[in-house]
């Protein structure tokens, strides 16, 4: 299971609060990525990285924000503009311009 | 952007059988497209990719083929075994590595009965 870490595995949070998922390799990849996953909705992409300091918005970015200030290091911050936010958000990286993704275990983030 | 759609949802085959899951893309410069499985409350692993100047690609039982021209690619599995039961994605990029991220289709259930 190493190379791409999430933490926490399990995350309660109150509606209106902001919360960080935490998402950390050891693979020198280059690139790294956030996704959501909800039932039966397959997988999309909220916010990419493919370099330190820069990152580009996905198909679903609105409420959510990211910092990419160590190439090991790819941080979420699921802010309280986002309307639905409960979900399994899913953390991966790729050597750029390579191809296979490495997921990480996931997230899965409960707002109530 | 590009838009994945993936058929069917769900899919249930006798042991031994074969499985076949097809999906169509819109992005004709899409060059990339990997398939993932992924196990119940585990993270997806990539099983098998293809790339644009390949229209066929192998590995044991697993197969993909790609048509360009008509947008379409499936995952063939042949000789099915209990193991493979699982949820299945599959995915698309527009370049060569997804290195601007990969647009995924919504997944196939595919069921192995024994």
């Known amino acids: 299971d190493g190379g791409i870490t999430q933490s926490p595995k399990y995350l309660f949070r109150k509606e209106g609060q902001n919360v960080t998922l935490s998402c950390e390799q050891n693979?020198?990849?280059?690139?790294m990525y956030w996704y959501r996953q909800d039932p039966g909705q397959g997988l999309r992409l909220i916010y990419y990285?493919?370099?330190?300091?820069?990152?580009q918005k996905g198909d679903i970015a609105e409420g959510y924000s990211v910092s990419r200030e160590k190439k090991e290091s790819f941080p979420l911050t699921v802010t309280s503009a986002q309307k639905n936010p409960t979900a399994f958000y899913l953390c991966?990286?790729?050597?750029?311009?390579?191809?296979?993704?490495?997921f990480g275990p996931g997230t899965r983030l409960t707002v109530t | 952007g590009e838009n994945v759609e993936q058929h069917p949802s769900t899919l249930s085959v006798q042991e031994g059988d074969s499985a076949v899951i097809k999906c169509t893309y819109s992005?004709?410069?899409?060059?990339?497209f990997p398939w993932y499985k992924q196990e119940l409350g585990k993270r997806p692993q990539l099983i098998i990719d293809?790339?644009?100047?390949?229209g066929e690609k192998k590995d044991q039982r697993i197969a993909v083929t790609l048509n360009k021209t008509a947008k379409h690619f499936s995952l063939h599995i042949t000789e099915t075994q209990p193991e493979d039961s699982a949820v299945y994605f599959c995915?698309?990029?527009?370049?060569?590595?997804?290195?601007?991220?990969?647009?995924f289709g919504k997944g196939t259930h595919l069921i192995i009965q024994p």
């Open positions: 991966a990286s790729s050597m750029r311009g390579v191809g296979d993704y490495y």
């Open positions: 693979l020198n990849h280059d690139a």
């Open positions: 990285s493919q370099i330190v300091n820069d990152f």
């Open positions: 992005d004709s410069a899409s060059n990339y």
């Open positions: 293809i790339r644009s100047n390949v």
């Open positions: 995915a698309a990029s527009r370049t060569g590595g997804g290195a601007d991220g990969l647009t």
